[in-house]
């Protein structure tokens, strides 16, 4: 989402006369968009505007200057405290404020020290300019559209509720909107997303909530539109309607990204999450019984508070249960105004450490066997881009993996059959055939 987020940014500061510096140095704006996920996303942040407060006593000394604002969950969950910490720091804006940015940096520029953090995310949809056509081809065949934002869940580890704010689903009519114009654009795959985007309910233009499977097949509508993705998704907003949608909408891609964080019920329970393993397993069988191919990726926590080593195998047991095509895993990072970081039992560095290097062995091995199974298949390919190598392309199979080819760059933007010929460790490679014999 802070990708989708700086791209509205960037839309938002176009209209005030800015335009996008490919170097640093050349900049006279810079905006971090920062992360408070986890402790190191968050640090990071200050060596970074260290670094730029360096720059700026430079241009200060040659008579210039470069404005810095911080953005995102860490100017959110920090506010004024940024501008405390590094003197340098002009402006300070939270992810559903940004859109006030050019009235912001006007006040900034009369003196004050101006830190926005209310959630006015509707506003924010409401005001932010659409991009223009070359933005949009500037930035690729495959787009974002924020659809919902903020959560209601509260698992007791987690900053969201607190960054981004309450859950809000967007009306449906400027969803589609926005999906036009990309796709007018040369855009060829739009991903839905949200922090939990399967919880949406936008109203239509007749004041009826709508699922998200209920989007899915307004956009599905769009001929020259490929591909339909979405991420991030909660197991218990699976619903049985959005798992049909995955055996009826030809466009949606077969895959899933759900995250489990654990596999022991105990610690499921004190993490706030309202599922447990059994639900979770269950939802991947109906997923699959909707679409036989479907793949599925997760998140995991390890040394979540109280965490034991029976907790942890209950983990590795899920994770042969299911057969994930990818996975993302986490050391339990405490996080401030958390129920997680008040506890005692926290669980030793050291600790969290085997455990995270037992998980990634698993989840790793699953998604090599998983990209290995591939070789001698033919999948759809939308390219994406020129490869690493000349003469090659370069585009996402509909699981998500990197697929190179030898190719025109003409097949960027298209969908084409290709014959999986190898599997590497990041990345597949395959000649594009023209039989549509997918297997
Ligand atoms: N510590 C470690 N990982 C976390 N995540 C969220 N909060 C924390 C935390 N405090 C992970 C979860 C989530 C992903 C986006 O980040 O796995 O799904
Ligand atoms: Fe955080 Fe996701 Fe839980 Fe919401 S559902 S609190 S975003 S982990």
């Given at each position: 989402m802070n990708v989708y987020d700086a791209a509205r940014m960037t839309d938002l500061l176009a209209q005030e006369g800015y335009a996008e510096a490919d170097r640093e140095e050349d900049a006279e704006l810079v905006v971090l968009n920062t992360c408070h996920i986890r402790e190191k996303a968050a640090e990071k942040i200050y060596s970074e505007l260290g670094r730029l407060a360096e720059i700026k006593k430079e241009r200060r000394a040659e008579g210039r200057n470069i404005e810095i604002v911080v953005a995102g969950c860490v100017a959110q969950a920090e506010g004024e405290l940024v501008m405390r910490r590094q003197r340098a720091v002009d402006l300070v804006v939270g992810p559903q404020s940004y859109h006030r940015l050019p009235a912001l940096l006007k006040e900034a520029r009369r003196g004050a020290r101006v830190a926005d953090t209310d959630f006015a995310a509707r506003e924010k949809f409401q005001t932010l300019p659409a991009p223009t056509r070359a933005q949009i081809a500037a930035r690729g065949v495959s787009a974002f559209i924020t659809v919902q934002e903020g959560c209601?869940?509260?698992?007791?580890?987690?900053?969201v509720p607190y960054t981004r704010g309450a859950e809000i689903s967007r009306k449906v009519e400027p969803v589609v909107e926005e999906a036009r114009r990309l796709v007018d654009a040369g855009v060829r795959e739009i991903t839905l997303i949200g922090?939990?985007?399967?919880?949406y309910r936008g109203e239509d233009e007749a004041g009826r909530a709508t699922p998200l499977e209920g989007l899915f097949e307004r956009l599905s509508a769009f001929e020259e539109l490929e591909r339909l993705r979405y991420t991030t998704s909660h197991p218990v907003d699976m619903t049985q309607g959005l798992i049909d949608a995955h055996g009826s909408l030809?466009?949606?891609?077969?895959f899933v990204h759900l995250p489990v964080q654990s596999g022991s019920d105990r610690v499921l329970k004190e993490m706030n999450r309202r599922h447990d393993a059994r639900h979770y397993l269950d939802v991947v069988e109906k997923l699959r019984r909707a679409r036989p191919d479907i793949a599925i990726s997760s998140d995991f926590i390890v040394g979540f508070p109280g965490e034991t080593g029976e907790d942890f195998e209950a983990t590795l047991a899920l994770i042969d249960a299911v057969g994930f095509a990818s996975s993302f895993f986490f050391k339990y990072s405490p996080r401030p105004?958390?129920?997680?970081?008040?506890?005692?039992d926290q669980i030793h560095e050291e600790t969290k450490r085997d455990r995270l290097a037992r998980l990634e062995a698993r989840v790793e091995a699953q998604r090599r066997d998983f990209n290995a199974a591939m070789v001698g298949r033919t999948v759809e390919v939308l390219f994406e881009k020129r490869g690493r190598h000349h003469g090659q392309i370069a585009g996402k199979s509909p699981y998500l993996q990197a697929v190179h080819v030898d190719g025109g760059e003409r097949e960027i933007g298209r969908l084409r059959p290709v014959k999986i010929v190898a599997a590497g460790p990041n990345s597949l490679s395959g000649e594009i055939v023209e039989a549509l014999e997918l297997a």
């Open positions: 209601d869940k509260f698992c007791s580890f987690c900053v922090q939990n985007v399967n919880a030809e466009k949606l891609a077969p105004g958390t129920p997680g970081a008040e506890r005692a």
